[in-house]
Structure formats: structure tokens, C-alpha cells
């Protein structure tokens, strides 16, 4: 058995949520949400940091509405605090919340860098080093300074995984095949791994295709994702604006709760600690309460 801190062992074999639902929602309401997903028997419930919420405020809201669910960011910009305060800041929720905290961290993207946050985005790697280290060396003389954070790093490329597997507890990988799952497992060696996971539960073609597309209009346009799957057999003409039929069928499950239980074995069979589910709904930024209620006898059992 892996020294993993608690977190990332409370949610080991499980089942999650990734949303950025709780930012369409009043923040009382927003820990409300967490709770049902909680009382549906979902480990984690994951979330970004973008033009929403400040990610350790959303974090401390969802997990003061809830008792047993582990709350993860994914990611935290680490352009939006120091390192500093990043690893105190984790270190208390961690140690306010019974361990229920996974601190996620990523390098983002040139414009949420660059044009909102006003920073110079500098050679990602690197600037992940930098920042690990300085938190590692981040003095905190508060009662929970000692506390163990669990923390997981936003990889896709190899590199970035490695530096996962040799400086944080793992990786949390996102648009990705189970064939992208194995091979991060490969590079983790035996550091956690959680996996996002895109579902449109149910629905015909059409609605399935819209929904898909409109997903992959921000994402086809980042360099970064579009390196991960050209490693992945894509190639150009998958990444028009919102994606190519085929990209959406690799990254998108489309069908019942049968397909999307077989989605989730297969990024366990390929290696994956965890697998989170974000689903798809009508409105993109609704809670899709709904088919989170219809998918969780089948993928919170499993």
C-alpha cells in the first residue's frame, strides 16, 4: 500500500464529480449542491478555477456543507497566489476538514494567464518546479503547519507527469483516453491518478454532438491540449473549432448509464485511481442534478 495522505486514499477505487456548476449558484446553495452529491454516495467533487470563484474560498464553502465528501481543486491556478500561500492555505482546509482537501495545481493557459491575471506566462515546467519548491520551503507557524497536504499536479504531457511522480502525491488528467490513462500510470509508478472524464447521458446524436462540440470550442483552440492528442493518434483536422466527430467520440461517452459505467472501467482497467464525471447537461452552466441522481446507483456501487 502507497503512503498516500488521506484524501487521495479516501476517494482510491471511487467514483467523483468535476463541475463548475456551484459558480451559477448563490454560495449557500452551493454547499447545498455538494451535499447531495455527498448523500448520492460520490467520493470527490472537483472543481476549477477560472473566471469563477477564488478556488480555496469555493473550497472552503463546499466542504463546510458536507461531511465525508472529499472536495479537490482541478485545478488551482498557481498564477492566482504565491506558493506560500498556497501551501497554507491548503494546509488549513486540510486540517479544518478532516483531511477531505486534494490541493490541485496547474500552469493553466496563456490567456487566463496572460490577458486576465496579468502575469507573463513563462515555460510551464519550469514554473511548476519553481513553485513546488517554494511551497515545499513555505514556512507556517499556525497549529496546522505540519499538516500533510494532499496534492496532485494537472499533467498531460510526459514531462509534466514525471514531475508529478517526483514531486506531488500524482496527477489529475483531463480530455484523455484510457490509452493516455495507461501511460501516465506507467510514468506515476504507484502515485495516484484521477481522471476526468466527459459524459452526455442519454439524449439523441444530434443533442449529443452539440453538446460535445460546444465542450471542445475552448479546448480545441489551447496548444496544450492539442499536443496531448496529437500523442494520441489526432491530428489537424480533429481540431476545428469545437472538434471533429471523431475527437468528440474520444473524449465525450454518449449513452445510458451502461456506457458510462464501461467508460469508467475502462480508465480503471488502463490504470486510474479515480475517475471523475463531468457531465454535459443542456445548459452547460446548470447543475445537472438529474443525471448525476440517474448515473449514481450505477457508478457509485460499482
Not at 29 to 50: D, H, I, Q, T, V
Not at 75 to 102: E, P
Not at 193 to 220: F, K, N, P, W
Not at 245 to 271: F, I
Request: net charge negative; aromatic share 8%; proline share 3%.
Amino acid at each position: 500500500m502507497s503512503d498516500w495522505p488521506e484524501a487521495l486514499e479516501k476517494i482510491r477505487g471511487t467514483v467523483g464529480v468535476w463541475t463548475m456548476a456551484q459558480d451559477s449558484l448563490a454560495p449557500e446553495r452551493s454547499a447545498e449542491m455538494a451535499g447531495e452529491l455527498e448523500a448520492l454516495g460520490y467520493a470527490a467533487l472537483w472543481f476549477p478555477e477560472a473566471w469563477g470563484r477564488e478556488a480555496f474560498t469555493s473550497a472552503s464553502l463546499l466542504l463546510s456543507g458536507t461531511t465525508s465528501l472529499v472536495i479537490a481543486t482541478g485545478i488551482a491556478n498557481i498564477w492566482g497566489r504565491d506558493a506560500v500561500t498556497a501551501a497554507n492555505g491548503a494546509k488549513t482546509l486540510t486540517a479544518a476538514y478532516d483531511g477531505r482537501f486534494v490541493l490541485g495545481l496547474g500552469v493553466s493557459h496563456e490567456p487566463l494567464v496572460q490577458r486576465l491575471r496579468g502575469h507573463d506566462y513563462r515555460a510551464p515546467l519550469a514554473t511548476m518546479q519553481e513553485f513546488l519548491l517554494a511551497m515545499d520551503q513555505a514556512p507556517m507557524f499556525a497549529s496546522e503547519g505540519s499538516t500533510r497536504v494532499a496534492r496532485v499536479l494537472a499533467a498531460l504531457g510526459p514531462r509534466m507527469l514525471k514531475l508529478a511522480g517526483a514531486m506531488s502525491d500524482g496527477a489529475h488528467t483531463y480530455l484523455v483516453t484510457p490509452e493516455h490513462t495507461a501511460r501516465a500510470r506507467a510514468t506515476l509508478a504507484d502515485k495516484f491518478l484521477g481522471v476526468e472524464q466527459a459524459v452526455v447521458l442519454g439524449e439523441s446524436r444530434e443533442e449529443y454532438l452539440r453538446r460535445a462540440h460546444a465542450h471542445l470550442e475552448i479546448y480545441t483552440g489551447l496548444e496544450n491540449y492539442r499536443n496531448s492528442w496529437r500523442r494520441l493518434g489526432f491530428d489537424e483536422a480533429d481540431f476545428v473549432r469545437g472538434g471533429s466527430e471523431r475527437l468528440c467520440a474520444a473524449m465525450v461517452v454518449h449513452g445510458d448509464e451502461g456506457a458510462v459505467l464501461e467508460a469508467v472501467n475502462a480508465h480503471r482497467s488502463a490504470g486510474a485511481d479515480h475517475v471523475c464525471l463531468q457531465v454535459l447537461g443542456a445548459d452547460a452552466g446548470a447543475a445537472p442534478m438529474d443525471a448525476w441522481r440517474r448515473l449514481a446507483p450505477i457508478v457509485t456501487t460499482a
